[in-house]
T-cell receptor, first 108, second 115 residues
């Protein structure tokens, strides 16, 4: 099992819909988690960080962490074509482990 | 402007020819890190540094060296590059210490091809 695992996608949603991105992690990954967005040909940029069980909301984005199930998710509400990108889940501290990323397409 | 810079942005070289990719940040961050990104594999950490003169291996350190003599700079050295080191390389820095690490700011990337 990979230490941080994501469905590679692509995930395709219509404009205005909710996009749900999921990530699972192994025991070796510590309990800090991050979602990065990466546009094609660009560098990753942080969308959300989450450290505690439960939900964390920031604008159209909600991150969810369930430590018992070793599961992290990112919900994007009112998806826009500009949200089309690869979303990277990352866990850890000084030693950071990234998932391979999920490609999201938002259709206008 | 707060940023992480990398040079060169593109590099084509031949097997065995030593090269250095520079990374510099102007945010006074203690933490810096190098990653490589390959299709289907995502970002994999090569080395990281928690402060000047403090470095440690990530998941894929073989064939790479780093040094951290100054807080702002964290060069990546390939002593004898091989074709399997052809990749897109990112440098990142972070100043957040809550729970060990905060947001990482990434440089623009260096695309390396080793022939």
């Amino acid at each position: 099992q990979k230490e941080v695992e994501q469905n590679s996608g692509p995930l395709s949603v219509p404009e205005g819909a909710i996009a749900s991105l999921n990530c699972t992690y192994s025991d070796r990954v510590s309990q800090s988690f991050f979602w990065y967005r990466q546009y094609s040909g660009k560098s990753p940029e942080l969308i959300m960080s989450i450290y505690s069980n439960g939900d964390k909301e920031d604008g159209r984005f909600t991150a969810q962490l369930n430590k018992a199930s070793q599961y992290v998710s990112l919900l994007i509400r009112d998806s826009q074509p500009s949200d089309s990108a690869t979303y990277l889940c990352a866990g850890g501290g000084f030693k950071t482990i990234f998932g391979a990323g999920t490609r999201l397409f938002v259709k206008a | 402007e707060a940023q992480v810079t990398q040079n060169p942005r593109y590099l084509i070289t031949v097997t065995g020819k030593k090269l250095t990719v520079t990374c510099s940040q102007n945010m006074n961050h203690e933490y810096m890190s190098w990653y490589r990104q390959d299709p289907g594999l995502g970002l994999r950490q090569i080395y990281y540094s928690m402060n000047v003169e403090v470095t440690d291996k990530g998941d894929v350190p073989e064939g790479y060296k780093v040094s951290r003599k100054e807080k702002r700079n964290f060069p990546l050295i390939l002593e004898s590059p091989s074709p399997n080191q052809t990749s897109l390389y990112f440098c990142a820095s972070s100043g957040g210490w809550d729970r060990g690490l905060g947001e990482q700011f990434f440089g623009p990337g260096t695309r390396l091809t080793v022939l």
